[in-house]
């Protein structure tokens, strides 16, 4: 099903990419099938601020959690998740195309289910477990592949809520609360310090050849704040 859709530049500006109609899809139709990774504890995501732990004689630095930190922030990978403010269990879609769909209530054309039993690997009673009883099973005898099967038990998918032309963008409400977050984030924001001279890393990447950027140059740049050299062994 996920050929249904492809990418391209949202309709939608300054929203990236989005996901479009590979081709005529009628109402009811499956646009986009969503597995659920099940994560029982959102803290996972929260990011600290770091210090050195210890530094090694041959000069290697270990980074971790400092004594007491607090949290700075949380992985984007968080902004891909459903959860809810009660719960500490979020469900993370994976797979082609499931982070192309974009928010929009006014728009919306496809809808969020639960996915059915006969057609995928959804079951319906692990909806009704507690956080420990769901995964209260020992799972350490079983293969990898038995492994995943087992903690792959929820599903969901994307159902179109009426005729979907050829090109036309998918839009899915992601919900009041998300939309309040959002207009409260538009209403708020302000431009970081020097953000007319940003320069994203893939635009620095392809100059390369030109001008090598050496880890002096991120101390003593401030343009260059924002960057981290990872040296490529191969």
């Known amino acids: ?13 300054q ?8 081709r005529f899809l009628p109402e009811g139709t499956l646009v986009l099938p969503l597995p659920m990774l099940v994560l029982t504890d959102a803290s996972m995501f929260d ?17 971790g959690k400092l004594k007491g930190g607090s949290v700075r922030s949380q992985q984007l990978m968080l902004n891909y998740c459903m959860g809810h403010e009660d719960s500490t269990v979020l469900l993370c879609p994976y797979g082609p195309m499931n982070g192309m769909v974009n928010h929009n209530q006014t728009q919306a054309n496809v809808k969020l289910v639960w996915a059915s039993p006969e057609r995928s690997n959804h079951h319906p009673d692990f909806l009704n477990r507690t956080v420990g009883s769901a995964f209260e099973n020992d ?8 492994q995943q099967a087992k903690n792959i038990m929820v ?21 009041d609360a998300w939309e309040e977050a959002w207009q409260d984030h538009v209403r708020n924001w302000k431009p970081q310090a020097n953000a007319e001279a940003y320069v994203p890393p893939d635009q620095l990447n392809r100059q390369r050849e030109k001008k090598l950027i050496l880890p002096d140059d991120l101390d003593s740049n401030p343009h260059l704040k924002h960057l981290q050299i990872v040296y490529d062994n191969a």
């Open 1 to 13: 099903c996920a050929g249904h859709l492809y990418q391209k530049e949202s309709t939608i500006r």
């Open 15 to 22: 929203a990236g990419h989005g996901a479009f109609a590979r």
């Open 47 to 63: 990011m600290y601020d770091l210090g050195v732990k210890r530094r090694y004689s041959g000069g290697e630095v270990e980074w």
């Open 139 to 146: 799972v350490k005898e079983l293969d990898t592949e038995q």
């Open 155 to 175: 599903a969901m998918e994307l159902i179109a809520l009426r005729d979907i032309e050829p090109d036309e963008e998918v839009f899915l409400d992601y919900g």
